[in-house]
């Protein structure tokens, strides 16, 4: 594997921030030892094993907020791709510009104590907790750039709305089946308790995975998800863009 070198496309260079790490306080180490220490109760037994790898190999523990540069040491290692640290949200062609060149965007602020819950914005929680162990894993780290490659194509508003609810279904609230068991690996269901919650004691339908089905459900962002799609190994995700891309014409 040849090594990652981080050039960014396009205007990503302008959202770039830096980690600084001695400047979190104990109160932020503190949220974020809560927010794993309360997540993983459940994931312990209902993350994916791909997962839980993941969070194993790249260090991430309860106890402090992660050094993004160390997890890119490993991260790079192993799957090629390499985090940045941004300011917040980037406009979609920024972020699936970066993805393309597998850069995987990540804030540095994790949200207030009295906002473990809900946090309108993406914070470094979900970003890094919720996202990145499943970047460690080969077959999803491929999914992920070939989803991109096929998202920076498309300028048609509908047709961007229809492929994003494969990365809706997938990326952030992906179901997969072990066994007899259906476990979390999307980074939706992986952060959030309520969601996790709603998977657990089947609060929501678990579909099997159908990327016609998957392009056709509208998705709900402003309420517990009614249906999720559960696939049965990650080639299926993978295999399914070059299905998307005749289906997009790109």
Known sequence: MQPHTMTLPGDAAEYVVTQHYDQYSDVEHGTWKTLYERRMEQ????????????????????????????????LQTRTNWMLLPV????????????????????????????SLDYTPEPDIFHDIFGHVPMHAHKVFADYLQAFAQIARQITNDADQERLGRLFWYTVEFGLIREGSDVKMYGSGVISSVKEGDNVVHRGCKIHDFSLEEVL??????????????AIENFEQIYEATKEARKVFGV
Do not use: W
């Open 43 to 74: 994931l312990s037994t209902h993350a994916c094993k791909e997962y839980l790898e993941g969070l194993r190999v790249l260090g991430m523990r309860a106890e402090r907020m992660p050094v993004i540069s160390d997890i890119n040491k490993t």
């Open 87 to 114: 300011s917040g949200f980037l406009p979609g062609r920024t972020f699936f510009d970066l993805l393309a060149a597998r850069v995987f965007p990540v804030t540095t602020y994790i949200r207030k104590p009295d």
């Open 216 to 229: 056709d459900t509208h998705v709900k962002v402003d309420e517990l998800q009614p249906t999720l799609f």
